[in-house]
């Protein structure tokens, strides 16, 4: 069950054992925690005796996940929306530049030479 | 059951070819016996590809020439007695056994998946297309041809053309299909002008007695070397090498949940012809370094675009789209490593463990993304929505599919136990040889996966639950077909030297020792 890497070796079997041992020490914290604990009361959020909105409502939608990021790469993706113009002559264009470009690189030394 | 081995390698084409073209006639007397006969078809054409492949690991190269009975008879000898390889020969080795394997499997998986929910009329044209579809990978796969493997690229182009506009609602999917069948066309058109030159230098179309010229030659002529760029380009469109990638995303996206997780197959039958083309009939004749370069650098390219443009996905399947785009960059990185050193003859530790990685990380490919496709199939069957600002919640109903979900993120993602990782740490270690900042690239993209994998988790299954959505499950034999994949893939994960001993190592020494399925075919 080992595989060797060209740096080392790689054995499931070992991150098995260690994820199952790793587990039941959580297990056993989880299971020393405070026993008074009521549901209800307890587990709903304060803020600041404002009433809580529906979860509906404040769920994160998929549009919204990782803004921070993307805002911060705003110029990057501006670009590559650009590039992504989802019209045919365009994909044509790139395949047809690409192919240029390989020519250049691979047939042009052997011509010079 | 030798003799059904001897023919194998042509009747795992005939069977679904034949089953195809009787389906429709089937289709209109029962549509029971219709499934039963693409079923058999499909299953049969399983048992013998598993076979062939067992054989081929175990013995080596087989090769069949269609009307003829022996290895001899690939020869036509001419009245001057020169001879010469002009029958239609199929040549399966290791790597072309590798590849059937995938494409089988994969379409096995598919039609169970089918059978679940494509009940429409129209679904007699669904499975003809299907068979023919599993007819074009598995003829690209085991042809020693090059004009038989240009027929079957426009036999698979053109079956999954029509298949992603199987669904015609609001006329995106036609829009997708044509801009497919533009590119693969453009593509095709391509690869056969390349074609041409190759007959017009060397006379020949078998591509073990063209390597074998250019073998003998040492050196690769002018009108040889266009037609590699031409298959280099060509082929790379196809298996989606960024930045000629674009209408991959189109392309999967629309598409049933099947058929986008059969055209991942599709398209590594693309990069298989690109790896046939690189290693067998060029070989070390051609510029390595160069072309190692190359393909080093399509691959960070499709790598990097790949996991940022997926980033900003508010349709889930374009989103794993462009996920399988950074994947076909793992391939390719892998690849071009591979390939830096095989002019010098001996190949170097580092190159050989590159190319296992990336030849494991093909099969692995097509299994987590294809997993996670048929899972976003699955939501969409129930939700009738793809837009990951209209989802919520659906861990509450749909937990089977939530756990397979999971298991592909995790996958796809590089996270151990599973198959992604070992394909990925051997790729990892491999190219760090090579630079450190590609291998840094490399590990930071597929953190990157995770995090887009976790939105989607976070997006389609977390969260309260929402009405407008009906609370049940996929149906079950989508069902089971995901938990197939699931198994393949955490086996593969927990025996990875099971699978790279067996199955992979095979597939790289043929590709690198060329020799046997050059000298195979004799005369020219």
Redo the contacts between chains.
């Keep these: ?8 070796y ?1 054995s ?2 070992v ?2 054992i260690a ?1 199952v041992v790793a587990f039941l020490i959580v297990y056993i914290l989880w299971g020393m925690g405070e026993r008074k604990y009521k549901k209800g009361e307890q587990t709903k959020p304060f803020i600041s005796g404002t009433e809580e909105p ?3 409502e404040v ?5 919204n ?2 803004w921070g ?2 805002e911060a ?1 705003k110029g ?2 501006n670009l ?1 929306k650009k ?2 113009t ?1 019209i ?1 002559n ?3 264009l ?2 047809i530049g ?2 240029a470009i ?2 250049l ?3 042009l ?2 011509v010079i030479k | 059951m030798n003799e059904w081995i001897t023919h194998a390698p042509i009747l795992i084409i005939a069977i679904p070819l034949f089953a195809a073209f009787l389906t429709p006639l089937v289709d209109r007397v029962s549509r029971r016996g219709r499934n039963a006969l693409v079923f058999i078809a499909v299953i049969l054409t399983l048992i013998l590809t598993l076979a062939l492949a067992k054989d081929v690991f175990d013995h080596g190269l087989r090769i069949y020439t269609l009307g003829g009975g022996s290895v001899d008879s690939t020869l036509v000898t001419l009245p001057s007695g020169y001879r010469l390889p002009v029958r239609i020969i199929l040549e399966v080795d290791g790597m072309s056994a590798f590849m059937v394997v995938i494409s089988v499997l994969i379409s096995f998986v598919g039609l169970l998946y089918s059978f679940s929910h494509i009940k429409e009329n129209g679904a007699g044209k669904y499975y003809t297309l299907f068979l023919l579809m599993l007819v074009g990978m598995l003829g690209m796969e085991v042809t020693g041809d090059l004009f038989n493997l240009f027929v079957f690229l426009e036999i698979l182009s053109i079956s999954s053309a029509a298949l992603i506009a199987f669904y015609a609602r609001g006329g995106k999917p036609v829009e997708a299909s ?2 497919y069948i ?2 693969s066309s ?2 095709a058109l ?1 690869v056969l002008f390349a074609i041409g030159l190759l007959y017009g230098e060397y006379d020949l179309l078998n591509m073990g007695a063209i390597a074998k010229k250019i073998s003998l030659a040492g050196e690769i002529p ?1 009108l040889a ?2 037609a ?3 298959f ?2 060509s082929f ?2 196809k298996a989606g090498a960024a ?2 990638h ?2 991959l995303p ?1 392309a999967y996206g629309e598409a049933p949940g099947a058929i986008s997780m059969v055209l991942v197959a599709a398209t590594q039958a693309s990069l298989y012809a690109l790896l046939r083309v690189c290693f067998t009939i060029y070989g070390a004749a051609m ?1 390595t370094a ?2 190692g370069g ?1 393909l080093i650098i399509l691959g960070l390219i499709s790598i990097f ?1 790949g996991v ?2 997926a ?2 996905q ?1 349709d889930m399947k374009r989103l794993i789209g462009y996920a399988a785009v950074a994947e076909i960059g793992y391939i390719l990185l892998a690849v071009g490593v591979g390939i830096f050193e095989l002019a010098k003859g001996e190949i170097s ?2 190159s050989m ?2 190319l296992q990685g990336g030849i494991f990380h093909i099969f692995n490919d097509v299994m987590d993304i294809g997993l996670l496709f048929l899972v976003v199939g699955a939501v969409m069957y129930v939700t009738k929505e793809s ?7 659906l861990a509450h109903s749909m937990k089977y599919s939530s756990i397979f979900f999971i298991i592909g993120m995790a996958a796809v993602s590089g996270l ?2 599973l198959n992604g ?2 394909s990925k ?2 790729i990892y ?2 190219v ?2 090579v630079s450190p900042l590609i291998s840094i690239i490399a590990i930071l993209a597929s953190m990157l996966m995770l ?1 887009i994998f976790v ?2 988790f ?3 299954f977390m ?2 639950k ?1 009405t407008e959505y009906e609370r049940k499950d996929a149906p079950r034999l989508m069902l089971c077909s995901m938990a197939i994949l699931a198994a393949i893939m955490i086996f593969f ?5 099971f699978v ?1 001993n067996n199955i992979v190592n095979p597939a790289v020494n043929a590709l690198v020792k060329n020799l046997p399925y050059i000298s195979a075919i004799g005369g020219a």
């Design positions: 069950m080992t595989l060797n890497t060209y740096g080392g790689w499931p079997i991150w098995v994820f529906s979860k509906q769920h994160v939608r998929g549009g996940v990782y990021f993307t790469l990057y993706y590559m590039m992504h989802g045919i365009d994909y044509v790139w395949f690409i192919g390989l020519f690189v691979i047939i030394p052997e | 044509i801009k533009v590119i453009l593509a391509f002018f070397q266009i590699f760029v031409l280099l380009t790379a469109l930045p000629m674009m209408w189109d510029d160069v072309i190359i675009i940022t443009m980033l900003i508010i530790d580092y463990k590159a837009n990951l600002n209209k989802l919520g919640g151990p136990p990782f070992a740490i051997l270690e491999s760090y040889k995090a939105k989607i976070h997006s389609v969260g309260p929402l994960g927990l025996f990875p030297d790279v």
